[in-house]
């Protein structure tokens, strides 16, 4: 029941992230605001998660995890219910509001839920691969709820919140047992975790560069009016997350190939999607680069937790899900910049530099058994 229920927390986190920049286009037309004013506030909401990555998983170990998650929740919860009135009353100032509850807030969710895995993840490493499988359910999730409801921002506001409310209630009765922790030695970093985190960084500064871009970038060069944009956006995001969500399901297969190897793979899908993304003409072709890009994105989180256990121990795990927050703020907050192609290009030449330094990094114990 309470991995379960994690996976529905984390789905849910996902999911209302998505649904946010999936509006993104809407948004800009909706407040009367410049693209740049809204990258900069979703960019600099998010580093509030920074702050939140040292704290909540402290609290965790105080207060435990059900109030952590509660307290995640109702972040959530008031983050939607403000987005919503926000639209509803066309003010830029409660979209803030609304971002900074997510900042603030929600900011626990991340981190939490992670460490849980991580420490059940033992020498069962498709546990990663099932942490990694509900981010990607998320992510499908929203488009689904905004097709299914309505492109209507309150309905599908009201929706998320009924669902919240559920999970919310389900939490509340719920018992986590005590997790036991990862098999390190000591607190301090074994060599290479440095190399993990600047890894992780820049791939999900990658994520957050084609999210937040995406709806203006395929917009402007289709011609689409806001509603088409909207759905071609949440189609889009739906193939995304299928494609991602369907790959890891071979989690047993995949644990097979030692993580360099699949994080290899994940910069060659990278690197052809975002080529084909920058050159499409047609919509299969655009189809195409997204079903590239999700299955290298696939590939990335779950790999490179699995170089990381072994090499930290569980109250540094939190750093994992600050460099991912980081380095997605940071890509939303480049988006703002004209010149895409150059941006993401970069990008990718900074995870091929960073993936290099993975060859020479001294095995664990966790390694050695994926080889085995």
Do not use: C
């Amino acid at each position: 029941m309470a991995v379960a229920l994690i996976s529905l927390i984390t789905a849910l986190f996902t999911s209302w992230q998505m649904a946010q920049y999936i509006y993104l286009p809407a948004l800009e037309s909706h407040f009367s605001s410049g693209y740049t004013s809204l990258a900069t506030l979703f960019g600099l909401s998010s580093l509030l998660f920074l702050g939140g990555n040292i704290f909540w998983p402290k609290l965790m170990v105080k207060a435990g995890t059900k109030t952590v998650l509660l307290i995640g929740v109702t972040g959530l919860g008031l983050s939607a219910l403000t987005f919503v009135i926000a639209w509803n009353e066309e003010s830029f100032f409660l979209l803030t509001l609304s971002r900074l509850a997510y900042g603030f807030l929600a900011s626990a969710l991340p981190p939490v839920t992670l460490s849980y895995r991580l420490s059940l993840a033992g020498t069962n490493e498709s546990t990663l691969f099932g942490h990694s499988q509900a981010l990607n359910f998320g992510r499908f999730l929203a488009p689904v709820l905004i097709a299914v409801f309505s492109p209507s921002v309150p309905v599908l506001g009201i929706s998320f919140l009924a669902i919240l409310g559920i999970t919310a209630l389900l939490t509340s009765v719920s018992h986590f047992p005590k997790t036991q922790s990862q098999n390190s030695a000591a607190e301090n970093f074994l060599p290479g975790f440095s190399h993990i985190i600047a890894f992780i960084l820049v791939s999900a500064a990658f994520l957050g560069l084609v999210q937040t871009s995406l709806g203006i970038f395929v917009s402007s060069k289709l011609g689409l009016t806001q509603a088409e944009t909207v759905s071609l956006i949440s189609i889009l995001f739906i193939v995304s997350a299928a494609g991602a969500f369907g790959l890891q399901s071979f989690k047993s297969l995949l644990t097979k190939f030692s993580p360099v190897t699949l994080l290899t793979v994940s910069i060659l899908f990278l690197s052809l999607g975002g080529v084909t993304l920058l050159n499409f003409t047609t919509r299969p072709v655009l189809y195409f680069a997204i079903a590239l890009i999700s299955l290298g994105l696939a590939l990335i989180h779950p790999n490179a937790n699995r170089l990381a256990v072994g090499r930290t121990s569980q109250g540094k795990t939190g750093l994992l899900s600050g460099a991912h927050i980081l380095g997605h703020a940071i890509g939303t907050t480049l988006a703002g910049i004209p010149a895409i192609s150059w941006t993401m290009g970069i990008l990718i030449v900074l995870q091929i530099v960073s993936l290099i330094s993975f060859v020479k990094l001294p095995q664990t114990g966790k390694d050695q058994h994926a080889h085995a």
